[in-house]
């Protein structure tokens, strides 16, 4: 009996030991990995290719800044309407995806300095007689849900006369509606809507008027500044040593990084 009391207390140790060396490597690796939040159908900042890979030029940049961190970064979609959410309650530690840097946002998360200048603009089928904003006047308009899309169209004075804004949960859909007849126009970023027209025949065209310019920046959960300072000073060096400007040229053609 007494054997197989220690035999039991032997076994019961080994346990305990294999259990807490797994959950002490498990809590190692979750402190090296930087969890990034996305839209997973945000080209050309971040997206699946044809063989459902997650790309993008956001996604090769925070892969660079991570790692120029020392650590290793995750990306997870999610539904970009609960972005702050999902980053508040630490399901994810970076917003990362092309978004806009807002005053009301900042309100919500820590942001870095701008590092790609946007702009919102309307487009529409390339045979459409829309041509300028005022255009917009009793037509039917679509947007990405809680995007700087509807922020830009909600402060223009075309927002009063546009018929219908119907909003959809990301832009290719609202793009597709475009097509089919559905909308008259989207509003969407530019640097979006170039990149579709670079890789596809679809004969949209884009409003000389923009509604608003703005900038991405890197959004980081309120109260880690530390997680913010570490981001920036790593996308700083990349930026100064040109390999930033590489990943750009390589999605834009050019370095469009701020400076």
Not at 67 to 80: C, L, S, V, Y
Not at 97 to 115: A, Q, S
Request: aromatic content about 8%; glycine content about 6%.
């Amino acid at each position: 009996m007494k054997k197989r009391f220690v035999l039991y207390m032997l076994a019961s140790i080994v346990t305990l030991t294999l259990f807490t060396a797994c959950s002490n490597s498990s809590a190692k690796e979750d402190e090296q990995t930087i969890v990034i939040g996305i839209d997973d159908k945000f080209a050309p900042m971040g997206f699946r290719d044809e063989n459902n890979e997650i790309v993008g030029f956001d996604i090769d940049l925070a892969k660079a800044v991570v790692e120029k961190m020392g650590k290793t970064a995750k990306f997870q979609p999610i539904d970009w309407k609960t972005k702050e959410s999902e980053l508040s309650s630490g399901r994810i530690d970076l917003i990362w995806n092309g978004y806009t840097i807002t005053d009301e946002r900042k309100e919500k998360v820590l942001f870095t300095k701008p590092y790609l200048s946007n702009a919102q603009v309307v487009v529409t089928l390339e045979d459409s007689k829309l041509e300028k904003l005022d255009d917009l006047d009793g037509k039917v308009v679509g947007l990405q849900a809680l995007s700087s899309a509807a922020d830009a169209l909600n402060a223009s004075e075309i927002r009063s006369k546009v018929k219908e804004v119907t909003e959809f949960s990301d832009n290719v859909t609202a793009l597709n509606d475009l097509k089919s007849g559905r909308l008259d126009a989207v509003i969407i970023d530019k640097i979006v809507i170039d990149y579709y027209m670079t890789i596809q025949n679809d004969t949209f065209k884009v409003l000389e008027e923009s509604l608003a310019p703005e900038e991405y920046g890197i959004g980081v959960k309120k109260g880690n500044d530390e997680l913010l300072n570490q981001v920036q000073s790593a996308l700083d060096e990349l930026i100064a040593d040109g390999t930033a400007g590489e990943i750009s040229k390589n999605w834009f053609d050019e370095d469009r990084l701020l400076k």
